[in-house]
């Protein structure tokens, strides 16, 4: 057994471990110097000149641990041997951590344990150890945060390379002003028999497909509209679990953090440049959008009077300006900033929050109040033109007679939304019933018959005249949830 070697300072082993670790803090400190003068599009050397930034306060505390713990054995007539092994009950404890070293992540080479004769030089240990997980901890968060936004930022730029490709297509330059519109809307796998019906009953109207840009998420949906038949422009988001690949309830935290993506994406297309009508798939669009000569006014914003809720977002029309990305930008800090707070609940955990509506709504009531969006203008679409699910019986909206006669009396409107009744299933069962459901094979969501399509149509028109649905009144249970 090496006796206990004495120093006025640390043991000569201490001594060059110290040096060691200095010499890795400066040998980092100079790596991290020429790696963070260089470009910042070199990922690797500025990752390395961060590793090292991050790094050399921890080398010091471990440095000034080290050598405190030294000092306050040597006062006690105790000197740490780091050569020698642990036996019996020498004062030579069992080898620890160099001084000054970080401790190997690698669990081939663990922390030293302390020896069991000495509460202090566990204590030291502790404190060792705890430097080091926090230090592993903290890596492996900014590694995750960093693939993150590596992500994000992929699937933006995909975005956006969509986008553009229709916004500067000869078709699109070549509309007027009045017709010169993205069409976009943005799901879950949840939406997709909502997609395959509207896309088979806006198959003959011109221009709505050249100009529609859908994005969806979840591995049904994208491998069913990814190609598609109908030429429709799709983005398609990488399945990450449930809240991409199920029919999420509205109230749900799943529900709100998907709406809460589509705001993202809204805004940046915004910040894009591209100006944006925003719709929902579960809608029948009786005629053709693009023929309505007030489609697009001079206001930055449009929007459908949804009921009681103000402005709805299943039918909202924004022209790309610095308002518009202004008042966009704080709806998405706010409404972003409330679904946070509810993550632990789950996908279908139940949530009662303002809605993005509801934060959208507050801000433009109170746009005085903010300088970048003061002067934002805003009109509603008649609501008689387009409409919400208030037009049909069932659901939450009454029998909806009022509101169609009011509507009948006008001529025809432009879109009818299917909103007002809770489930995806109620909805698609009031649409079939009402004949405006245009899905032929329910196995794949196609509608390849033309003549049927072209029959199925007129049946929707007619409604419009006779104000009743194809297949009577809706059943007792055909919303559940609508007490």
Known sequence: MAPPMQSNGASP????????AMGMALLLGVIGIVAISMSRATQPSFRLGAFASERLPQLKLIYETAVAADRARESNGTTINLDAPHAGNSTSAAASPPAGIPPSQDPAVPLATPSPSSSSTAQEHDQVKKVHDKAVAADRSKE??????????????????????????????????????????????????FWQSWLCNTKAM???HQQTLLVTSGDNACEKLQPNDF??????????????????????????????????????????????LIFEPDAVWVQNPLDDPDLLTQYDLRALRDGHAGIGFGWFLLRSNPQTVAIFH??????????AKSAHLGTHGKLQIPGEQDHFNMLLQKK??????SNITFAWFSNLKYLGGIWYDGGRGGTGETQRAQCKKQGLPYVINNNWIVGNTPKIVRAKRWGHWFVQNDTDGSCHDDGKLKDQMKEMLLTMETLKPIHGPPLKGECPLCR
């Open 144 to 193: 995750s945060h960093a693939a993150q936004v590596s992500k994000e930022e992929a699937n933006n730029a995909e975005l956006r390379a969509h986008a553009l490709r229709i916004w500067n297509s000869p078709w699109m330059q070549a509309q007027p002003p009045h017709r010169k519109i993205l069409f976009f809307s943005a799901g879950n796998s949840g939406f997709l028999p």
């Open 206 to 208: 011109e221009g709505v």
């Open 368 to 373: 005085k109040q903010h300088i970048s969006f």
């Open 330 to 339: 704080k709806v998405v800090a706010n409404y972003g900033a409330e679904v």
């Open 13 to 20: 082993s201490l001594r060059m471990r110290i040096q060691v």
């Open 231 to 276: 030429n429709v422009a799709t983005h398609c988001i990488p399945s990450e679990g449930k809240l991409h690949d199920e029919a999420l309830t509205y109230g749900t935290y799943g529900y709100w953090k998907i709406t809460l993506h589509r705001l993202e994406m809204v805004h940046f297309l915004l910040q894009s440049g591209i100006s944006l």
